[in-house]
């Protein structure tokens, strides 16, 4: 089955502290992309980070972050210094050529000033 | 740099009626995809256009149909409306030469099924 998993509905993290969002998926495939996408109150989808399956490095956009274990089928998104812009629904998702798009149900993240 | 447009923003249609979404691309961008995105969940991928030909389907039924013209604008159709197909729809293009499933999204279009 081609999924994306999110676990956590709902995350709340203190303003200037660091939290980590879940995302669990699965593939049969070698060759895809996995993204984070950030979904504020306005709807517009942005995206936030992406990392290519075949690159072993973490990927790293200013504070956002990803901890990708390629085996274990895990993505997770760091936020450090989180800040009130912050809060939105964040979706991960995985592409490829065959399967397109697939999106997780998303966690909703509160930031607590 | 326009973005991705979409029309209408909010609409309600009744059961059984026939509804058409559309959606400019972003300058440059060649390639268009549509999402259904019901509430409170992930959006779901209904179809991707490239160069005016269907190049992915996802799992909907066919009265789901769509459109891309020369200028890289497209419409989504959805033909005998059932309350189910009340959902956020997203439209998201994606540039000539990008990088592999980076997409541009619009702000969607709010579609209410009485």
């Known amino acids: 089955a081609q999924t994306v998993t999110q676990s956590q509905p709902e995350m709340s993290v203190q303003e200037a502290e660091t939290v980590t969002l879940s995302c669990t998926y699965d593939?049969?495939?070698?060759?895809?992309?996995l993204f984070w996408y950030k979904q504020p109150p306005s709807r517009q989808m942005i995206l936030v980070i992406r990392?290519?399956?075949?690159?072993?490095q973490n990927a790293t956009e200013n504070r956002f972050s990803v901890n990708f274990q390629k085996a274990a089928k895990s993505f997770s998104l760091k936020i450090s210094d989180s800040q009130l812009g912050d809060a939105a629904m964040y979706f991960c998702?995985?592409?490829?050529?065959?399967?397109?798009?697939?999106f997780g149900t998303g966690t909703r993240l509160k930031v607590l000033a | 740099e326009t973005g991705v447009t979409q029309s209408p923003t909010h609409l309600i249609k009744t059961r059984g009626q026939q509804v058409t979404l559309r959606c400019s691309s972003q300058?440059?961008?060649?390639?268009v995809s549509w999402y259904q995105q019901a509430l409170g969940q992930g959006p779901q991928f209904i179809f991707q256009?490239?160069?005016?030909?269907?190049?992915g389907r996802g799992n909907f039924p066919p009265r789901f149909s769509g459109l891309q013209f020369p200028n890289y604008s497209s419409e989504l159709n959805v033909n005998a409306l059932e309350l189910d197909d009340s959902a956020l729809y997203l439209c998201?293009?994606?540039?000539?030469?990008?990088?592999?499933?980076?997409?541009?999204f619009g702000e969607g279009s709010r579609l209410t099924v009485l």
């Open positions: 998702a995985r592409y490829s050529g065959t399967y397109k798009y697939i």
């Open positions: 998201a293009s994606s540039p000539a030469g990008g990088r592999p499933g980076e997409l541009f």
């Open positions: 256009y490239y160069r005016e030909e269907e190049n």
């Open positions: 990392q290519e399956a075949y690159k072993q």
């Open positions: 300058s440059g961008h060649n390639t």
């Open positions: 593939t049969s495939e070698s060759d895809y992309y």
